[in-house]
Structure formats: C-alpha cells, structure tokens
C-alpha cells in the first residue's frame, strides 16, 4: 500500500527521535566515563561513533541546526581520538552541544520542525578548540564498513531536499552497529507501542553491536499479553497433571512430562523478556552526579555495582526517579564541601556509592555516601517545629528513631532550597513511591561518616510469591514480602492471644503485637466475634509498623501472577489485586499497606512514635502496661511481669479471712489494691492484672487499663510509698512505676517478712541484668534478706570481675542481653571457673519450658522468675548455703 | 472497530439487535455490540467488603471477570437456577463483567417502531440503568444501558 510521502517522513522522523534520545543519554554516561579514563579509546570510540551517527541522520532528514552542533562536536572528538588532550574544557562543552541537541530534539517531537536559533555560541568555541590542535577539521571515519542496500532510498523524496551524493556519503557512514533506519526499523516503528523516547536499550549492547543488531523493540502491550498467555497455559497444564496423578494411564505421562517443562521453561522465558538490567535505571546519574559536581564545587566520584542486576522493566521504570533523587541528595546534602572535607582530614573528594544484589526475590538498593551523615538534632528540631512530634516524644526518641521522620510525610530537611534538592519533594516522596511498589526503606547514618539508604524491592511486579492463607472458608493471598514470620497460637501454649480492652495482642519475644482478625477486619462471617484465641499469626511488616493477621489457616507460598483489580473494585483498598491459583480458583491478593493502614486506625492508641516497637532501637524500650487505679496518676508495671488481664465477674469475688479473693483456675488467688482509693467494684466486671509464677497467683485491682507503651525505663524519683518503685516520664506523662514484688508479698502473707537475715555479711551475691528496672527492683530484697549484692549491667562486665578474682556466693544473671547473652555468660563462667560449683541462677520474666532446658544446658543451676522474690531468696539461700559449706 | 459498527447499522438504521434475558419475571435486553459472551458463573471468589451488587470475581479462561449479581443491581426478585447460573460478558475500558441473570433468552432485532422512552412511573432504580422499552406481544422488553449498569457510584448515590 503506497503511503502518502508525509506519513514515511512522520515514521522516520518518529524512529530517529526514539534511536537519538536514547543515544545520547549513553552518550553523555560514555563522556562522564571518558572524562575520567582519557586514555581509554574504546569510550572514545563509542561516543564519536554515536555521535557521528546522529549527524548522519541529522543530515539525511534535513535538520540543519542539529547537524551543525553534531559536526562541530564530531570534530572535536575526532580530535581527541586522535590524541589531542582531553580537558574538562573540552568535555563541558561537549556535554553542553548535547544537552542543546536535546533541546532541540524536544521541540522536534512536538512540532515535527527544528525551532529556529543559531548555535553559534557553542560552534564558536567548539571550533576554537578543535582548530587549536594542529589539522583542520575533517571527517575521520574509521568505520564505514562498505555499503549498504538502502530500500528507503528508492521512495521518493522530496525534490531537492538531499542531494544523492550526500545521501550516499551519510549512508556509507552510517555505521552497521547501529540499525538506525534500516527498513525494519522503519517497519518495526508501527507496531510500537506509544512513543517514549526514555526507554532505552542497554548500554551494554551497544559495545556489543552484534547484540544490537539481532535485538528487535516489542511493545510493552505485546509482553503483558504474551504472559496473560503464559499463566493460563501454566494453568491447563496444572490441570492436566492433575488429572494424569488421578488417572493411572502412563501413555499420557511422558508427553505431558515434556510439556509440562517446555511450559515452564516457556514461563521463564517471557519473564526474562520483561527484565532488564538495573543499570538501565542508573544511566542519567554518572553524568548528574559530574554536573552536580560542577555546580556545587565538591569533587564527587560515583560508583556503582551490580549494574547487571535485573528487575522487571516495570519495576525499574518506579524506581528511576526516587534514585536519582536520593543521588542528588546524597551530592548536595550528604558530602562536604572539599574544604571542609580536607578539614576533617577525609578524602577530598566525596564518594557516592550505589550497589544493587539480587537476596531471594527481592532486589537490594543500596545508596550511600561518606559524607556528614544525617544531622539529628536539626531533625529532631524541624519535626517539632513541624507538629510531626511533640518535645515529649523528641526526647524518649532513638537516633535511629529521629533519622526514621525524614520518612515521615511533609518533612524535609532542605533548610535552604538550592537547585539540586529541596524543592519541597523529600525523602517522604521517595518512601511513598518505593511503597507503592511493595518496597522498603530504611536509613542507617552515623554522624561524619555518611549515611546509607537500604531499598527493598520485588524483582517484579507481574510475578510475586505470595502466602495462602484461609480465614472464614475463604483463601487470601499476602505477599511474602510483607510477611516477617508466622505464629501458631493456642490457648495456654507458648504463644497465646492476650487482650488489653477489646484489643489482642500477642507477645512475641517480650514484645506485644497488636492482632487484628483478618475475618473481622474484612466482615467476613466469622463465627465467634467476641473473642479469638487461637489460630495463625502472620506477623506482617509494612514500613515500620508491624502487627499479627489472624487467621485460621495456613497453606503454602506460591508464586502468583498478578492480575489487576477491576476499577469499581479499587476503593476498597484492602486488595492490590487478584490472581489465578494453581487450580483455577481467583485469590483475591491482600494489600499489606491498606491493612497497615485500617490496623493503624483501630489497633493501639499510641502515637506513632510508639507504634514502631520492631525496630532496634540501640536504647532497649521496655513495655509497660499503663492503667489507672484509685488516683487520677498513672501507674505502671512492666509488662512482661504481667501474667494476664482478666476481666473478673464481680459476683465471684468473695471475702475470705477479711481479704478479697476470686476463685482463679480451680485456686484461691487474692486480689489486692495499690491504692486505698481504688474500690473493688460490686456489680459488672473488674479489670485485674493477674500476676502469677505457675503455682500461685495474685490479681492487682486497677479501674482502667491505659494503654501499653513502649519506653526507656528512667526512673527519676524514688518512691517514698510502699508498694511504689518511683515515678518515671512514660511517653510524656508522669507515671508511677509499681512494685509488683511489694504486692506478691502482701498476697502470700508474711513468707516475706518472715524472713530474717541468716546470711553472714560477708556473702555477695553477683547480680547480672542490662535493665536498670530490675536491678533496682531486685537490690532492696536481696540487701533486706542479708546479702551484699554487686550489680552489672553487661555480662562482659561480670565476666571481667570474675577473671580478676570476684568471687560471689551466688550469680543471678538475666538471659536476655544485648552482646552477651545469659546463655553464653553461664558458658563463659563455668569454662572460667572449671570445677567450682559456683551456683548460677538465670532470671526471666517469661519462661517456657524449652527456656529451660537450655538454661541447664548452658551452665545454670537453676531458673528463677524475676519477680518470684520468695523462690529466688529461698533458692539462693539453699544454695549459698550448700556452697558455703563445700567450700 | 468504529467502520464495523458503521456497516452495521446502515443495513438498517431503525433496527437493533439485542441479547435478551429474564431477571425475576422482567424481560432484559443488551446490545449486541456491548455483549462478549455468555458463560457459565463457576467458582466465584467473594470479595470482602464490596458493593452488595458484587458477587465476586472469577476465572473465565484466564481472564478475570468481575460478576454483578444484576437481581440485586436492579431491585428484583431473582429466580436464578442454583446450578450453573448464567452471566452475559460485557466490557468496560479493558476490564471485563459479568452481569449474572436468571435466563438467557435469544437474539432478538427490534425496530424503532416498538420503541418508547421509559414510562414515567418506572421504578428509579429502573429507570437509572434503562434507555427505553421495546413493546413485544405480551411482554415488555427493558433496554439496559451497560454504562450505566456498571456505574456503581450512580446507584451508590441513588440509594
């Protein structure tokens, strides 16, 4: 079908946008590159062949102004290939004629016209420089490679536009390396998906030219399709082997055996179609980065590994402009200026690394730099100021904690707005579109020696491996990559669902976990409403908030094929898409953000700042359990001392022996009250903390349950009253922290007081704990029951006493610690002590039986509770005394 | 697609063919050219916290298709068959429907001439998704509008 001649023009004009944009933006990598290795002709190589191969183009379409910049700057790389110095002069000026060549480009694409202008300004001084080495300007071409059958040529032209002896001038220039408009480029260009001069080819491929040449462009359109294809094949072949395990005829085995692998070899083939190498992404920042450079006035090298890294092109496409935005972060705010950089005595020039690595279907980004690291107090300073945190909350935070509000939305840091960053788009931007793609970030900085940012990301977009789970009779799927573990509970097992109010939680390695049924939070039917108890955890990770979905059933992880949701189905929120499962059922996919959000709305009442209890924070966060009893003050316990919260039928409460007792699990347990004020109600329910260390147990009346926060334990005031450890600032307010061990021995009547000191001063009891609170708490008893006690706050430390000769009657260690763990501190201790039969007890405040065999196994003679006073003064007592006597 | 429509209708401008199809006791029907297919309604995933109209979404040969229970859609008693209940596929910017009704009737082409607005005193919810009714012997046939059928937020509004 013949074309109209402004249609052929409309396509080659079309593919020469398309080839050029790409080009250059390999040409601008190549010259940043060249700048810093002149001697490496293979750079130069491929940049003057880039370039001239524009200009050829330039010259057979009639596009005067954009051939006379390439010619001149043409000239001038001649000149250096030919051993002319190459200067940052040379290079800037180079890199300016592109970046006019782009300019001009733009315009082209819009009005299929050059703009008019003149580019003297640039040939001037291009010309200077190339004339100011020796030979004149000429066309050096070493690689015309003979001619080519050139089919666009016999269309007709029009008249006088190219003279033929240009046409075949450019022709036999036109380098095979690149298929600019070769006929199949030109009939490639109609079956393209919509134009977009930014999708580019490997840079790789063009020092290949042979993988250029056999590479061919297929629509974006044209993949998806291909793949919907793929996953429904993967499906009939799912059924097929199906039905061939039920059916026992071996005739159909082979066959579907092969098909079966040419299918899935079919599979991956099509995602390896959609993957492209992350240095794809990264091609714009050698040149930025030389630029920023430039106008900054800091010497700044980049460097980059794992280029060859790929992810699929739609997940690259995401992540371009948040990378490009925190290298430009990193350059303008992160490094020094050189001065100052010398000042320090650090290298003069900044270094901005920028590393990616495949980790189990994720694709790890790592941006850092060795500049000042992130400035913590003018975080803290700009989030107050910005209401994002109160001064209250500014003080208990982390470093880590305040670096994590750059994340936060609205704030940026960019006190002064300069050209580079600042521009009102911060670090929040970054994080929500990392988001949106399944992705995290996080930050690790340390003050004069630069910061890192970590993004993690799924490899694709199309293909995630997703957790099936069931709850109410229906299967959901979760993304693995929000899933951070999975819990079994039951009732009265390791793992059981307690309640604060009408909220579960669950503790996970003394730490609580705000629940939320994922039946009741999709209204689902789910049978008993009231209360859970059992069922599976996934404890789901979302940024910084984390929180368990219950459910009730967990099958396998599968990988799925994401399909999108219908439009009238996306305001729903709660899904970020659908797929087809293995047996042809639709799974609807859970969207963990739009979880995180609703569990945030109606999970703990903290504030944010409280919500994070996951991250490591370098100063240990204890949870209390905050409630009100009697006086309006808050009280406190820790709650890992807390056994339970019942919520106790009034009519049970009896008085027995001129004291309020409740009949508990088939026992007696008294209930006491921390304030003369608090009544104990006489109708309805009574809230009690129920405080127990396996055979018996005794309930704290309290009016009101708080809250549970998370918060360094200061303890500033001590308390005067009984019953009262002190007073502390619990996320902002006064607190009264309450001494459990004080109540434990009004409800089990005198065993306590009974006691008198037997022991002899002389006996010293090494006491191990990196928790101020039980330090304090247990020194008072140990001291009352006649012991001198000596305190450690590291296990490191107590080994250190012990080498230089300490001997102590007894050592009561905790076994959580930071560095040294208990564990390995009884280990330490008896490989130091050898055969003396020290006693060693670890102290816990939650055990489990498995606890407790490797407790023994460690070296420990015995477990205590921590608050279990009596056992502990008992056992120690016991031991002490037998030592003393051996020894 | 544009010209292939055009054809169509220059055959004869005053008629029209329709997919008919009965919901309650009320006879439906959908222009051809809006209609994919009709398919069996198997296996359908529930979709928690959706419109009421939605039954779910399920698996129609590796496509995803969105299935709106079209009883409920339009206010009617449904006497759909428990077993193998049917849908007519329909299309919306790439996304497919399915609109589950109680029987599928034939194709039928009906001329201008039966044609007539809605009655003013049609039900709203009714009158909301239809663009005019065909007079037939003995029954009267309600042209849907399969826009305004999947305009969810129109009869959000409505109720």
Request: proline residues 5%.
């Amino acid at each position: 079908m013949p074309m109209p001649k402004v249609r052929v023009m409309d396509d080659l004009l079309r593919e020469f946008l398309t080839e050029t944009g790409e080009n250059l933006d390999t040409v601008d990598v190549e010259l940043v590159r060249f700048e810093q290795e002149p001697s490496n002709a293979k750079i130069l190589g491929n940049v003057f062949r880039l370039v001239h191969t524009i200009k050829g183009t330039c010259g057979f379409l009639d596009l005067p102004r954009l051939e006379a910049l390439t010619h001149a700057a043409e000239t001038v790389m001649g000149k250096l290939r030919d051993g002319a110095p190459v200067t940052t002069e040379a290079v800037s000026l180079i890199l300016a004629t592109i970046d006019r060549i782009k300019e001009i480009l733009a315009v082209l694409e819009g009005t299929e016209r050059e703009p008019p202008g003149r580019d003297a300004d640039l040939i001037g001084p291009l010309e200077r420089i190339a004339a100011g080495h020796a030979e004149p300007p000429q066309q050096a071409c070493a690689y015309t490679t003979g001619t080519l059958t050139y089919q666009v040529l016999e269309r007709p032209l029009r008249p006088g536009e190219v003279s033929l002896d240009e046409l075949e001038r450019v022709f036999r220039e036109t380098p095979v390396e690149a298929p600019l408009v070769t006929p199949a480029a030109v009939a490639l260009s109609k079956l393209e998906a919509p134009f977009d001069p930014s999708e580019s080819t490997a840079s790789e491929e063009r020092e290949e030219p042979r993988v250029a040449q056999s590479s061919i462009r297929v629509g974006v359109d044209t993949l998806e399709q291909l793949m919907t294809m793929v996953s429904e094949l993967v499906l009939t072949r799912n059924q097929l082997l199906e039905i061939s395990r039920r059916n026992d005829d071996s005739e159909f085995k082979t066959p579907l055996q092969r098909l079966s692998s040419v299918t899935a070899e079919l599979q991956e083939g099509v995602m390896k179609a959609r993957m492209q190498p992350i240095g794809n992404a990264w091609q714009k920042l050698p040149r930025l980065v030389r630029d920023l450079s430039a106008e900054l006035g800091k010497g700044i090298d980049l460097q980059t590994f794992g280029a060859e890294t790929e992810l699929d092109r739609q997940v690259l496409e995401l992540i371009k402009d948040p990378l490009i935005h925190m290298v430009r972060n990193a350059a303008d705010h992160g490094l020094e200026s050189t001065a100052k950089r010398q000042a320090l005595s650090k290298p003069p020039r900044g270094t901005i690394r920028l590393s990616a690595r495949h980790e189990g279907g994720h694709i790890i980004i790592e941006i850092s730099d060795d500049g000042r690291g992130l400035n913590v107090d003018k975080i803290r300073q700009k989030a107050i100021a910005q209401n994002l945190i109160t001064e209250a909350d500014a003080v208990k935070m982390s470093d880590v904690q305040i670096q994590r509000l750059i994340f936060t939305p609205g704030f940026s840091t960019a006190s002064q707005i300069t050209s580079i960053s600042g521009r009102g788009v911060g670090m929040d931007v970054v994080k929500n579109n990392i988001d949106q793609i399944g992705g995290t970030i996080d930050v690790r900085s340390v003050p004069g020696e630069g910061s890192a940012f970590i993004v993690k990301i799924p490899l694709t977009l199309a293909i995630i491996s997703a957790l099936i789970v069931e709850t109410a009779g229906e299967r959901f799927a979760i993304p693995q990559l929000a899933v951070a573990e999975l819990v079994r509970c039951r009732a009265g097992s390791e793992h059981c669902i307690e309640y604060i109010k009408d909220a579960p939680v669950l503790r996970l390695r003394n730490k609580l976990l705000p629940l939320i049924h994922l039946g009741m939070l999709l209204k689902l039917d789910v049978k008993d409403r009231g209360t859970i108890d059992s069922g599976y955890v996934v404890v789901t990770q979302v940024g910084n908030q984390r929180f368990g979905l219950v459910v009730d059933g967990l099958f396998h992880t599968e990988e799925i094929v994401v399909k999108p949701m219908a439009s009238k189905l996306r305001h729903i929120g709660m899904f970020s898409g659908t797929a087809i499962l293995g047996d042809g059922a639709v799974i609807m996919i859970l969207d963990p953000n739009g979880v995180a959000e609703k569990v945030g709305g109606v999970g703990s009442q903290s504030n944010d700042v409280a919500a994070e209890p996951n991250v490591a924070s370098e100063e240990p966060a204890t949870p209390l359990l905050a409630f009100r009893a009697g006086s309006q003050a808050r009280k406190a316990v820790p709650l890992s001392l807390v056994t339970r919260l019942e919520e106790i039928d009034c009519r049970s409460i009896e008085i027995s022996n001129g004291r309020h007792v409740v009949q508990y699990r088939g026992r007696l347990m008294p209930l006491l009250r921390v304030d003369d004020d608090c009544n104990i109600r006489s109708e309805g329910t009574q809230p009690v903390l129920v405080f127990s260390d396996g055979s018996s147990a005794m309930g704290i009346v309290v009016d009101d349950i708080i809250d549970i926060v998370e918060d360094r334990l200061a303890i500033d005031v001590t308390g005067e009253m009984p019953g009262v450890i002190g007073s502390a600032i619990i996320k902002g307010h006064a607190t009264e922290i309450i001494d459990v061990g004080h109540y434990l021995g009004l409800a089990f009547d005198g065993v306590f007081r009974g006691t008198s000191p037997t022991a002899s001063a002389t006996q010293d009891v090494m006491l191990v704990d990196d928790s101020a609170f039980f330090r304090d708490m247990l020194t008072p008893v140990l001291k009352a029951a006649g012991y001198d006690v000596s305190t450690y706050t590291s296990a490191a430390e107590a080994l250190e006493a012990l080498r230089s000769g300490h001997r102590p009657v007894v050592i009561l260690s905790d076994i959580e610690m930071p560095a040294m763990d208990g564990l390995q501190f009884a280990t330490a201790v008896r490989a130091e002590l050898g055969d003396s039969p020290l006693p060693m007890f670890a102290l816990s405040s939650h055990a489990t039986p498995g606890l407790m065999e490797r407790v023994r196994a460690a070296g420990f003679d015995a477990f205590v509770a921590k608050f279990d006073r009596q056992a502990l003064i008992a056992k120690i007592r016991e031991h002490a005394t037998a030592w003393d006597r051996a020894a | 697609m544009g010209s292939g429509s055009l054809t169509m209708t220059t055959r004869d401008i005053n008629e029209r063919e329709y997919v008919t199809a009965t919901i309650g006791e009320q006879m439906f029907g959908l222009p051809i050219d809006r209609v994919q297919d009709v398919f069996v309604v198997d296996r359908v995933t529930r979709v928690p916290l959706s419109q009421t109209d939605v039954v779910g979404v399920m698996n129609l040969r590796g496509r995803i298709v969105t299935v709106i229970d079209m009883g409920r859609r339009l206010g009617l008693p449904s006497q759909r068959p428990e077993a193998a209940p049917m849908a007519i596929g329909v299309d919306d910017r790439g996304e497919s429907y399915g609109l589950l009704i109680d029987e599928v009737g034939e194709v039928l082409t009906l001329s201008h001439e039966t044609r007539e607005a809605n009655p003013a005193n049609l039900d709203a919810t009714l009158a909301a998704v239809s663009v005019g009714v065909h007079r037939l012997d003995g029954k009267v046939l309600v042209v849907l509008d399969v826009d305004r059928i999947l305009d969810f937020e129109r009869k959000l509004n409505a109720a």
